[in-house]
């Protein structure tokens, strides 16, 4: 029983030490008398007790790093302090493991060194606003330094970008300055508008009045001329009375008596009103006005004819 247990023992010391397990998210190194043998693919692998042994064990998922922050001089002279994450993934755990100490630190330091070299060349402006661009920049040269170590950078993130408290300050008063510009400009703006406005309400208010006094004087003028129209159509309808009444029998006659009376009538408030006394010289004058009177008289229904 006893030389049974130790055979007992002794083949589980062997299972143990000869069967191994690799997990679906590991590689294996083996190696056999300190020299690599070959790597574990995910399974069940048996191993030669004090033979080979496992040598690393390497993590093929995907993993991150905090790259830590640091601080960087911008194109324009301005320091910012700077850190990040970076994503890579094992893909030949060989190199991995024997092409450099640890790729973990040497991924992350080299991706500090570009990120510094990469805002070297950006205004501080630029660092903000093209971030995306800067971070493709830094994967792109961390991935070609790293492809002798078997992995492959996958992306990089800037976590934070700080300026100095200095320059944090200097924003500060700019964007102060800034604020109170546009202030200003909205204030001017508004100024000029209302200036704008005033100037074309008064204009309108002008261009009103006179288009209102235009209008006013056309009515008058309307108006003044049908008066004179009027006017004169009731004139020559008078005329055209006068005139039938004249050519009538007898109408001569009445003419001249009526001329004869106004002028009588006349005459005698100029004597009246005179300060001088007016007498004719000779009775026979007034005979012969008289007389005169009647013959153009006696001419108008000629003349009517004739027009």
Not at 75 to 96: C, E, R
Request: glycine letters at 6%; charged letters at 25%; one cysteine or more.
């Amino acid at each position: 029983m006893t030389t049974l247990t130790i055979l007992l023992l002794v083949f589980l010391v062997v299972l143990k030490l000869g069967f191994i397990i690799v997990p679906n998210h590991q590689n294996l190194i083996k190696e056999r008398f300190g020299k690599f043998q070959n790597v574990l693919e995910p399974g069940f692998h048996f191993l030669i007790p004090l033979v080979d042994k496992i040598a690393y064990r390497v993590d093929i998922r995907e993993q991150f790093f905090d790259v830590e922050r640091q601080n960087c001089i911008s194109k324009d002279n301005i320091q910012v302090s700077v850190d990040g994450i970076v994503y890579l993934k094992v893909f030949d755990s060989y190199k991995a493991c024997y092409g450099i100490e640890n790729y973990a630190r040497a991924s992350t330091n080299m991706a500090q060194t570009t990120m510094r070299s990469e805002i070297g060349k950006l205004t501080l402006d630029q660092t903000f606003s093209e971030r995306d661009s800067l971070n493709e920049n830094i994967v792109k040269e961390v991935d070609r330094a790293s492809d002798p170590w078997g992995i492959k950078v996958l992306r990089y993130e800037i976590k934070d970008i700080t300026p100095s408290e200095t320059m944090i300050a200097t924003l500060e008063q700019q964007m102060e300055a800034e604020r109170e510009k546009r202030a200003e400009i909205t204030i001017a703006e508004a100024h000029k508008q209302a200036t704008i406005n005033a100037s074309t309400g008064e204009k309108q208010e002008r261009i009103n009045y006179s288009e209102g006094e235009r209008t006013k004087r056309i009515n008058e003028a309307e108006g003044k001329a049908q008066e004179i129209r009027l006017v004169s159509e009731a004139t020559a309808k008078g005329i055209n009375m006068i005139s039938d009444a004249i050519s009538k029998p007898g109408g001569n006659e009445a003419v001249a008596m009526q001329i004869k009376e106004h002028f009588i009538e006349e005459f005698g408030e100029i004597v009246q009103n005179a300060d001088v006394s007016v007498v004719p010289a000779q009775l026979a004058n007034i005979k012969g006005f008289f007389e005169g009177i009647t013959r153009v008289s006696d001419g108008i229904p000629q003349s009517r004819e004739k027009v």
